[in-house]
């Protein structure tokens, strides 16, 4: 590899060397390959190093516009491959934070699978590893890598594990007690809400648009002991009697991970 890398060669290189590196034996290459794409995807459309470019004239913003706009088309006729490519970007606009949100956001968002948590997890454990070693890397920025996986690792197999209970805990009819089963929900709440509190029966969510916590929301043990405060949900709740209750659940974010807390507006439901 030349002294200065692109973001780009080290994954490209990382997939090609991947059968002869140490540590490999527990990563199919259709894990890690995944993982690089999905991470590609995550740092041209959700990171902000794609983010700053500036349209010269009116023109030229019309033009990209118009290509946008066909090549959206394209791609949900499936007449194209979502681009992944990083182009010449340097590695050194890299930062650990990028992993840290592509773990602990994007994948998580993606899925509730937690061996493909983990497969990913080990998969940027052994290319940071790799990047390492070809010396590309002017400073100490591997240990920074290292340490940002080291925390989010274990949050993002937490929160995958505790949004997939939660799902089937809410298809299972959310634990609503008989004397409420029937009733219509005088009130809904939905969106990005923070675990404010936790206590041996409920939760409490808070949303940064309120000034209210809502709550408390009943759970069983085995699910709370795998909530955190400051843990996202993405969640509907219903107001029944003086009992909330989640309706339905999306993924949760852990607290290591920002995640913007709001409510959504305009529901209209009644029951």
Known sequence: MPDICTLQETMDHFIKK????SGSDVIS?????????????????????FQDTEMSDEEEFAEWEDNLEAH???????????????????????????????????VVRESSDVELIQGFANVLQLWIEFIQSQHCWKNNEYVDFVEILAEVRPEAERVARLSRVLFHFVRCGGGIAPRLRGKRFSRFVEGHGRVESIDDVSISLGFDSQNEIIGPIPLPKVILDMVEVG?????????RGDTWMMVD??????ACVYVEVEEYQGLEKLS
Request: charged share 25%; hydrophobic share 40%; with cysteine.
């Open 231 to 239: 843990d996202v949900c993405d969640v509907e709740l219903g107001l």
């Open 18 to 21: 991947l059968p002869s590196l």
């Open 72 to 106: 959206m088309i394209d791609l949900l006729e499936g007449d194209v491959e979502p681009s992944g490519d990083l182009g010449r970007l340097p590695l050194d606009q890299l930062d650990p934070e990028h992993v840290r949100d592509f773990l602990g956001w994007f």
């Open 29 to 49: 290459s259709e894990t890690a390959e995944q993982c690089m794409e999905m991470l590609a995807q995550y740092l041209i459309h959700y990171s902000d190093l």
């Open 249 to 254: 659940i999306g993924p949760v974010y852990p």
